[in-house]
């Protein structure tokens, strides 16, 4: 996990304190086992006829991910559509709702430290 966790914290912005990273990273899940998973698994990626699946396309994304990862990629929609059909999905997958809020915690924190949940997580962390 920890070489996971070194190419990981790369991608945080420059502005997350130090105090912050070692919380977060006490946060993270194990990563164990991985799992040969979609990576990708959007509603345009799955295809059904007459209310069946029929196949799922698009797997260059594809790989051996922590068990928790497609339950985690649910979080992060990328439009109003995606983002029932993600809420739908998450009914269906096991819970990993410990994996979800680090990976929400980790996404605000690389992407926009100002975010009310990143802000939320430095302060908690006792910057």
Not at 12 to 28: D, F, G, N, S, W
Not at 31 to 46: A, E
Request: with cysteine; aromatic share 14%; glycine share 6%.
């Amino acid at each position: 996990m920890n070489w996971l966790w070194a190419d990981m914290e790369q991608g945080l912005h420059e502005a997350v304190p130090q105090t912050t990273r070692i919380q977060l990273r006490k946060c993270m899940p194990r990563t164990t086992p991985y799992t040969f998973t979609h990576n990708d698994l959007t509603n345009v990626n799955i295809m059904v006829q007459n209310g069946s699946l029929t196949g799922i396309i698009d797997w260059e994304m594809s790989g051996y991910f922590p068990v928790w990862w497609e339950y985690v990629c649910t979080s992060i929609p990328g439009n109003e559509e995606d983002r029932e059909w993600k809420t739908l999905l998450r009914k269906y997958t096991p819970d990993h709702g410990a994996a979800r809020e680090f990976w929400m915690n980790y996404y605000y924190l690389c992407k926009d430290p100002e975010n009310g949940r990143a802000r939320k997580f430095i302060e908690a962390s006792g910057r």
